[in-house]
């Protein structure tokens, strides 16, 4: 089990997050300063850090700083209200390794973390869920070994939810990873609804519920079995 | 005291006055004791000759004069005349009854007068040589002529006095003078404080009247024109004010209903999950509320950095019309788009492909169905176009400045589902931001024609802004 540090200050949403990574399956320490976030990595040292940038006393980015002196591969999340791409840019630059901005979609984090560990793991070439199958290499989609013809955008989707599978994929993690959309506003849930729709009807059979199932408020998720 | 304009006036023409009655006095004075001291070396020399005429050496070859009454006899212009005599090698010889009691200090220098003072008096003096025959040789002498300066110190005293006395007249003259014209002139400019002081919020939009074209007036003119400026902005910016709060109230209504209803009774599980997932809805809305206005109020203030590169725009709109084709396809609007390739410019492509997203969303949004939507993109020497034509109903004249301003909506037009109505108001700003401009005609079908022009020149760049 992954190991997370939370460095946030507002206690509501310290709360929540914990509450909702633990039943995700993490294991979550929260610190609400920098200090104290700093002396509970001194005792054990996390797999990843959420690290909020508005802290009392020592600025988030001073921590980061401090972080990236003494520990130069821990990987860790940003998540902070300042939206500007010149704040973001800044976060990375100074040794982030993601930044999401507040307010976010919880299964946005989880996608970003899950990430984050993929990165540190080997390549997946290949997706499975229940009788559906894809190629990553050869951008191939099978269901029941029977081949079916996906658009570029329809794979990457697809890609998306299997990586995911029996998770919730937020509108906002399909805008960001297949449209490459950095602002939240930009309005495209027209375009992913109908793109979802179309999947639908290429992979599902009319007589079984649909392998993409819609989470009001919140996007989709791909059946696991 | 603050140092006004008035009061700087006021003190710059009595320094004028000052300075220029100072360089007048002077040089009256220069030229009266000029001509005093002219008129006293005028005097001693001829006070010269007359000594020279009286002196002889006595039976005793003593030095004495031949005029009983001695210095009486001689004097010049009611004072007596004043002198001493000295042997060539300095010894004095012999004095005046009127300097007797005057320090002596030896001649100077021969024929030219010059004032000497002894216990603060000065004195004015001339030395000449003069030979006398005597004991069968020539001897020698230095008479000394002198006369005491105290006419003159008298009469200069009284040119003093009688400046000094006449001295605060012209001053006293150029003050109230000055205060006048300036109080004359700066009326109208008091007067214009005072209205100005009295313009708040309730009254911005009252102009001030003007009286006088003089500067005054045009400053009233310049501060009217300013204020009914300030009118329109403050108006637009009541309106979007109330606009916003009612926006933001809007989904925080829905949410907060939503809530309270759901937990009014027990509930299957079902519905809990319903309303939790609608509440999200609404929270997602205004999410994207607040991020629009944000970008909105940077983009006013000036704060949103733009990242720009130059970029092949033709293939960005190639992609984002590629993205949209099939939901035109499910909505059953034909497509059909004619792209010049490789049309580069510099641009934040995060903020200009909003445009594009904007103007083909709202084309497929409100076109009809069955309808068909056209694309056009090429350049035109410096201008770059970009024009949609949909089957959406046609906009009316009147309106079509107007769906640019924020949360505008055409509601008997325009389905609910469109937002909060700032998708055109942000991207005319990014439009802007690119030194270009949206605009909307009507087209033959009959539909309306979204044209976004961007202009290449570098020069005109920052006029729009």
């Known amino acids: ?225 | 005291m603050k140092l006004t304009i008035k009061l700087k006036f006021i003190l710059f023409n009595l320094l004028i006055t000052i300075a220029s009655l100072s360089i007048f006095y002077a040089a009256i004075y220069h030229r009266y004791s000029q001509k005093l001291i002219f008129e006293i070396d005028r005097g001693l020399e001829q006070n010269s000759g007359i000594l020279k005429r009286v002196l002889k050496f006595d039976v005793n070859n003593k030095l004495d004069l031949y005029s009983q009454r001695d210095d009486g006899l001689l004097s010049y212009n009611g004072a007596p005349l004043d002198y001493r005599i000295w042997s060539e090698s300095g010894l004095p010889l012999r004095r005046s009854v009127g300097m007797m009691f005057v320090e002596s200090t030896s001649p100077k220098q021969l024929n030219n007068p010059y004032t000497e003072t002894f216990a603060g008096i000065p004195y004015r003096m001339l030395n000449v040589e003069h030979i006398k025959y005597f004991n069968n040789s020539n001897v020698r002498l230095v008479l000394q002529l002198i006369h005491p300066m105290r006419a003159y110190q008298q009469n200069m005293t009284d040119l003093n006095r009688t400046m000094l006395f006449l001295f605060p007249i012209p001053l006293l003259l150029v003050a109230l003078g000055s205060y006048w014209i300036s109080q004359n002139n700066l009326k109208g400019l008091y007067k214009l404080i005072k209205d100005i002081n009295q313009t708040n919020a309730e009254n911005l939009s009252q102009s001030l009247p003007v009286t006088k074209m003089d500067e005054v007036g045009e400053l009233t003119q310049a501060y009217n024109k300013l204020l009914s400026r300030l009118t329109s902005a403050f108006e637009a910016l009541k309106r979007f004010t109330s606009d916003a709060s009612h926006e933001l109230r809007t989904p925080l209504m829905a949410i907060k209903s939503q809530g309270e209803i759901v937990l009014a009774k027990e509930r299957q599980k079902t519905e809990y999950v319903d309303a939790i997932g609608a509440m999200l809805e609404d929270t997602q809305r205004l999410e994207n509320l607040c991020t629009s206005l944000l970008q909105l109020a940077r983009g006013d203030a000036g704060l949103s950095n733009l990242n720009k590169k130059e970029e092949n725009l033709s293939s960005v709109v190639n992609y984002w019309i590629n993205q949209f084709l099939p939901w035109a396809e499910e909505k059953n609007i034909y497509v059909s788009y004619d792209i010049k390739a490789n049309i580069f410019f510099p641009m934040d492509q995060a903020l200009l492909e909003r445009v594009f997203i904007n103007l083909i969303e709202n084309a497929i949004n409100y076109s009809t169905s069955p309808g068909k939507i056209e694309i056009k993109f090429f350049q035109e020497k410096d201008n770059i176009i970009f024009q949609i034509d949909d089957t959406a109903p046609v906009i009316a004249k009147e309106h079509r400045e107007r769906v640019f301003q924020r949360f505008v909506r055409l509601d008997n037009t325009r389905n609910t589902a469109s937002g909060a109505g700032l998708g055109l108001s942000i991207s005319q700003l990014a439009a802007k931001k690119h030194n270009g401009i949206i605009s909307i005609e009507k087209n033959p079908w009959p539909g309306n024609r979204f044209k976004l022009i961007l202009k290449r020149s570098s020069e005109s760049l920052h006029h729009d802004q």
């Not at chain 1, 002196?69 to 100074?94: F, M, Q, W």
């Not at chain 1, 999401?100 to 996608?111: G, H, W």
């Open chain 1, 1 to 225: 089990m992954k190991k997370l540090l939370i460095i946030e200050d507002d206690d509501k949403l310290c709360q929540n997050l914990t509450i909702g990574l633990k039943e995700s399956g993490y294991v979550v320490t929260s610190a609400n300063s920098g200090e104290e976030g700093l002396s509970l990595i001194m005792e054990s040292i996390p797999d990843a850090i959420l690290l909020d940038l508005n802290l009392p006393k020592r600025d988030g980015l001073e921590i980061l700083q401090t972080l990236r002196k003494h520990y130069s591969t821990l990987p860790i999340i940003i998540i902070s209200a300042r939206d500007t791409v010149d704040e973001r840019v800044l976060g990375l630059n100074l040794g982030a390794d993601d930044y999401l901005v507040k307010p976010f979609a919880f299964s946005e984090l989880l996608a970003r973390l899950q990430a984050l560990f993929r990165r540190e793991q080997q390549n997946v070439y290949q997706h499975k869920a229940a009788d559906l199958e894809m190629d990553v290499v050869q951008r191939k989609f099978y269901r029941s070994g029977q081949h079916i013809e996906l658009t570029a955008r329809e794979f990457d989707i697809m890609e998306l939810l299997l990586r995911n599978k029996g998770q919730v994929v937020s509108r906002q993690t399909i805008a960001h990873d297949v449209w490459k959309q950095v602002q939240r506003a930009t309005p495209l849930d027209n375009v992913i609804d109908v793109h979802i729709m179309r999947l639908r009807k290429k992979i599902d059979s009319a007589d079984e519920d649909s392998y993409i199932q819609t989470v009001r408020g919140i996007g989709f998720c791909l059946k696991s079995e």
